[in-house]
């Protein structure tokens, strides 16, 4: 069970400088002609072997004490005809003043599993403390008729783990401990070996880990073996979150966890309900639909017009000449309304057979936005402007458009709603952070253009966080994928929208492989402040 070749090489390297430094210094500065003369090699060599037996004898008699300890650490009871005998042991981090990080869940692991093939026949039961610093409680215990037996058990326990410990888990700092200050613990049916993982209740991991240190927004528990919990912090939400996965896999209910946690934190929450699902999710929340809209006023006097057109040009699919003939008539209209601004179209000049084609084809897509159907999302009269959309939107709000059935109507409506939410914080803030879940992103946040980039890589600047939603993270806006700094990815079948996610979250295989094979409610999640992507269980809200 020992090992001293181990420590004789350890001790090797720094024999060989001192005795070379003693050589150098006994040349006097003759160097190394000198250091071949008799007499410096007497006294070089056996120098040299002493210092190598010095630190064997040194380790063997650590190990001995160390033993000693132990052993005086087993407590034995008396439970029937049987006896228990137990011995604890204080695992924590070892100190070593660098910066490198410590997987210690991952290290008191492997050690755990181990101990526990190669002491089949003990129960050891490993008991950690979740504070600022954990600290894990080991307990070997055994039982049997003769207390030297048992005694004996343990010993050979104690050597085992003293000699495995460093190359298993070389960061971790074992201690022993008086059996007294140790937990009492029930022993499993005679004989079996169990292997029992019991982490405190106090929800942070170590450093390493830190998926579980200081959440915001409790998301759920890990899969981590240790049902770790795990959530988003509120800065996470200022740096856009993404939720993907396919058709049933819980991304709706996932995005109510994160808007009423939002709301709780007390930020104002908009959410684009794409299918009137939010409602019932979200009792406390102010509910807009058909029947109570929220209309806004799609063209303002001091508008960017620029910004105006590349909106509604996205919105309405408009070609470049189709935008340009749009922008040189709202530069003209001088009294903005849709009316206007449609009669415009029609009424611009044809002095060149193009212009007729674009014209018409443009007023045929500006006529979506200037029916009396629109009127119900959209009002020229009273409707709400950019600048007082915060006001009108407080505390938690659901937009349903479930009703709305031109999918065109509800394009413009909601990337025109983050045009005035983007501008109103941007010039006319009231001092609160607006959290904006868009259900069914891939409608309306398909291809970079500058408004979306800009809003994407802008606005966490100005207290404006988007928590989008997609069943197709292929057909997203590259620049969307870019900017959601936290992905939390559920069950995604397509291969084309697995690389998408696995390329923007940098996953290994392990990980991609396992997408497909995600149950209800379970995901990946990757964040900048985890050091690597964790899969877990959403809770259900
Ligand atoms: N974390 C969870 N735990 C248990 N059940 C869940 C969880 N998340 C969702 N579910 C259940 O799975 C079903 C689908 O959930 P949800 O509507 O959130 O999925 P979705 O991905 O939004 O689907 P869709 O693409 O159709 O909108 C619902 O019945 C819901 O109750
Ligand atoms: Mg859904």
Not at 184 to 193: C, E, K, Q
Not at 296 to 308: A, G, I, N, T
């Amino acid at each position: 069970m020992n090992y001293p070749l181990m420590n004789v090489n350890r001790a090797l390297g720094p024999a060989v400088l001192v005795i070379f430094a003693i050589a150098l210094l006994l040349s006097r500065g003759r160097y190394l002609d000198i250091f071949f003369t008799s007499h410096t090699i007497l006294l070089v060599i056996p120098s040299g072997l002493g210092l190598i037996i010095f630190i064997l004898i040194k380790n063997r008699i650590k190990k001995k004490i160390d033993l000693l300890k132990i052993q005086n650490d087993v407590v034995v009871i008396k439970n029937g005809e049987k006896l228990i005998a137990s011995v604890p042991y204080k695992l924590s981090i070892r100190e070593r003043g660098s910066q490198s990080r410590i997987d210690y869940a991952n290290e008191i692991e492997a050690l755990g599993r181990v101990l526990s093939r190669a002491f089949p026949d003990l129960l050891l039961t490993i008991v950690t403390q979740l504070e600022n610093r954990p600290n894990t409680l080991l307990i070997a215990s055994c039982e049997g008729k003769s207390e030297e037996q048992l005694r004996r058990r343990l010993k050979e326990f104690g050597e085992f783990l003293i000699t495995v410990k460093d190359s298993i888990a070389p960061d971790i700092e074992m201690n022993s401990m008086r059996s007294s200050r140790a937990l009492v613990v029930p022993l499993g049916d005679g004989g079996d070996a169990v292997f029992l993982k019991v982490y405190g209740s106090v929800p942070a991991l170590p450093n390493s880990r830190g998926y579980s240190i200081g959440f915001d927004i409790e998301l759920g528990k890990a899969n981590d073996g240790y049902d770790t919990p795990v959530g988003l912090r509120k800065e996470e939400l200022l740096r856009h979150v993404a939720i993907f996965g396919t058709t049933g896999s819980g991304k709706t209910n996932t995005a109510g966890l994160i808007a009423a946690g939002a709301a709780k934190l007390g930020f104002r929450t908009v959410i684009v309900d794409w299918h009137g699902e939010y409602s019932a999710l979200l009792k406390d929340a102010e509910k807009w639909d058909v029947k109570r809209p929220l209309k806004l006023k799609l063209f303002q006097e001091d508008d960017d017009l620029e910004e105006v057109v590349q909106v509604l040009g996205e919105a309405l699919d408009l070609t470049e000449p189709q935008r340009f003939l749009l922008l040189t008539i709202l530069n003209l209209v001088r009294k903005k309304s849709r009316e206007r601004v449609f009669d415009a179209v029609v009424r611009a000049e044809e002095n060149s057979y193009w212009i007729r084609d674009v014209k018409y084809a443009l007023a045929r897509k500006l006529y979506t936005i200037s029916t009396p159907k629109a009127d119900i999302l959209f009002s020229d009269g009273e409707g709400v402007e950019w600048r007082d959309i915060l006001k009108c939107l407080k505390g938690i709000n659901v937009i349903d458009l479930s009703l709305v059935n031109n999918l065109i109507l509800r394009k413009v409506y909601v990337l025109f709603l983050l045009r005035f939410l983007t501008e109103a914080h941007l010039r006319n803030w009231d001092g609160k952070t607006t959290i904006v879940v868009l259900e069914e992103a891939h409608n309306y946040l398909k291809e970079d253009n500058p408004f979306i980039e800009r809003m994407m890589s802008e606005m966490r600047k100005f207290n404006l966080g988007i928590c989008v939603v997609s069943q197709s993270p292929s057909t997203i806006a590259p620049c969307v994928i870019k900017n959601t700094n936290t992905k939390l990815v559920h069950a995604l079948k397509s291969n084309v929208d697995k690389s998408v996610v696995r390329d923007s979250m940098a996953l290994d295989e392990k990980f991609t492989s396992a997408l497909d094979k995600l149950r209800v409610g379970e995901a990946l999640l990757s964040s900048p402040t985890l050091p690597y992507p964790v899969s877990l269980r959403v809770k259900k809200g």
